[in-house]
């Protein structure tokens, strides 16, 4: 039996963040009416002009640089020329012979450890609109809102060998997009897909065979699920003396299989020139040194800092740095309360079960710095014990409730009355003489059983380590 192996590279279409698209003045937002968010320039009417919008430039660059790409500084745009329903124009305004980026890279971490991933270009174009597939009715439709809205399309080299090494790829590479602000990188509203090229080889074999691609893979399962099946088909149809073809293919989530869409030749006949309306672009060193020194700290700085500043550990620092919003909110509530540690494990724990629960994402997270500061202040002085913080919490990520007007309205500062807390606990021991009893000879869990009847008994409001306390020092007195 001949052991294989697979070798992938990735074409990562991302849509950029810009409030217009790229040759036009129409909105980018998602969603809205079919065809109600285009103009007679991005429909590809006759007569009308492209002009550049240079945030969508600058967005290039910062990615580029970020993913350690090296600036063309002399570029332009290239018409692609194909026939399709979804592009109006018949052509694709996309840049071919001088892409933006070039010869860049990012480091993933694998079983291994780390692995580099080169990217051999970057270059922006514009999407094409939407077809819509009407089975009841047997036609297909045509929206044209997402025609012109600005990409980036990341072209890896074939550096990639498993499943999990794409993913780890994809992750990293929509966190520095992330922390960036260039894209929201929503793949359920298609900010950004994959198409995957796939081939197997023999272990050790220096050629690469023949490669299919699966295009437009919107989300990590999916595209694990697919380059698993690929993976398969491919080693089967080779071991059973057949020959793979170079062919684009669809994923079938529901089918958990592979369909033939088209056979890809290695050379496509896009009648490739330069685009006539778009004069070429010349970036100076100054423009460029000033993204550069506009480009916020990375997950990888970041990390790094948060160990080194604040002492937290590598796992915690991983998990808080994991989305942009939470690290945002850590590092401003920190600012507040300067308790590092706490902040983060409320982060950690309790936000990140609140966000599973309701089912949303850590960048979705609405949580106010000023408040969760407050939240732990009042931890910190004793005014509320941490059960009643975690309700305090709970109620801030859901009814963003100020803590301290919540935990006076609700009556659940702690208790300091020491007379109180004694009366209550001799009240306690007096109805569990058998819990007494077995405390003296020698079950420990008859302890925990009287102190938790003791908090039920001040309805949780209580300071648990006063209650150990005194509830220590009146059993002494029993004996």
Same mark, same amino acid.
């Given at each position: ?5 697979m070798?992938?590279g990735l074409?990562?279409h991302?849509?950029?963040a ?6 036009c003045g129409?909105?980018t ?10 103009c ?5 009417m006759?007569?009308?002009l492209?002009? *550049?919008?240079?945030?969508v430039?600058?967005f290039?660059?910062?990615?580029g640089?970020a ?6 500084r002399h570029? %332009?745009f290239d ?7 979804d592009l109006?124009k018949?052509y694709q305004i996309?840049q071919?012979y001088?892409?933006i980026?070039q ?6 971490e694998t079983?291994l ?5 080169g990217?051999?270009e ?8 939407? $077809? ?5 009715e047997?036609?297909t439709?045509v ?5 012109g809205? +600005? ?10 060998r498993?499943?999990?090494e794409v ?12 922390? *960036?602000?260039?894209s929201?990188?929503?793949m359920q ?6 198409d995957?090229?796939?081939?197997v ?5 220096a050629?690469?065979g ?15 699920r697919?380059?698993?099946g ?9 071991t ?10 669809r ?7 592979s369909?033939?869409m088209?056979s890809k030749e ?11 309306? $778009?004069? +070429?672009?010349?970036l100076?060193e ?6 550069k020194?506009?480009?916020p ?14 002492g937290i +550990? ?5 998990i808080?740095?994991?989305a942009?919003?939470?690290?945002d ?14 902040v983060?494990?409320?982060?950690m ?15 979705e997270?609405?949580?106010? +710095?000023q408040k969760?500061?407050?939240?732990v ?9 941490r ?14 409730v100020?803590?301290k007007?919540y ?5 659940l500062a702690?208790?300091?009355d020491?007379?109180?807390?004694r009366?209550t606990?001799a009240l306690?021991l ?7 009893a077995d405390f003296f ?6 302890f ?5 009847q003791t ?5 949780? %409001? ?7 306390? *005194?509830?220590?020092?009146? $059993?002494? $007195?029993?004996?």
């Open positions: 039996m001949k052991n294989y192996e070798v992938i074409e990562v991302v849509e950029l810009t409030k217009t698209k790229i040759f129409c909105t937002q998602f969603g809205g009416l079919p065809n109600t968010h285009c007679p320039v991005c429909m590809g006759p007569g009308t492209p002009v *550049l919008n240079k945030k430039v600058e290039a660059v910062a990615a640089l993913t350690g790409c090296e600036i063309t570029c %332009k018409r692609k020329n194909y026939f399709y329903p109006p018949a996309s071919l001088l892409p980026c010869n860049g890279g990012i480091e993933i079983e450890g780390k692995k580099r991933i990217i051999h970057i270059h922006m174009e514009e999407d094409a609109g939407k $077809l819509v597939h009407d089975p009841w047997d036609c439709l929206d044209y809102n997402r025609c809205v +600005p990409l980036i399309e990341i072209v890896s080299e074939p550096d990639m498993s499943a999990q993913i780890a790829y994809l992750e990293k590479l929509k966190l520095i997009l992330k922390y *960036l602000g260039v929201d990188c929503k509203e298609g900010s950004l897909r994959a995957i090229n796939l081939s080889r023999e272990v050790g074999a050629e690469f023949t490669r299919t691609e699966m295009k437009n893979m919107n989300s990590f399962k999916a595209i694990a697919a380059i698993d690929e993976r398969k088909r491919q080693i089967e149809v080779l059973y003396g057949g020959k793979v073809i170079q062919e684009t293919r994923w079938d989530e529901n089918k958990d299989t369909f033939a088209r290695d050379a496509q006949d896009y009648r490739y020139f330069p685009e006539p309306d $778009l004069v +070429p672009l010349d100076s100054e423009w460029l040194a000033q993204i020194q506009g480009e700290e990375l997950r990888d700085a970041k990390m790094k800092r948060y160990r080194e500043e604040f +550990p590598e796992y915690d620092a991983a808080i740095t994991g942009k919003r939470m690290a909110i850590f590092e401003e509530t920190v600012v507040i309360c300067g308790r590092p540690k706490e983060s494990n409320w982060l724990v309790e936000a990140m079960r609140l966000l599973k629960e309701a089912e949303m994402d850590a960048e997270l609405t949580l106010a +710095p969760l500061a407050s939240l202040a009042l931890l910190e002085e004793g005014r509320i014990n059960t009643v913080a975690k309700e305090v919490f709970e109620q801030i990520f859901k009814e963003n100020d803590p007007e935990v006076k309205e609700k009556g702690m208790l300091q020491d007379a109180l807390l009366e606990i306690v007096a109805q569990n003489e058998q819990s007494v000879g020698g079950k420990d869990r008859a925990g059983f009287l102190v938790g908090m039920k008994q001040l309805k949780g %409001k209580a300071d648990p380590g006063m209650v150990n306390s *005194l509830l220590r020092e009146a $059993l002494a $007195l029993r004996k």
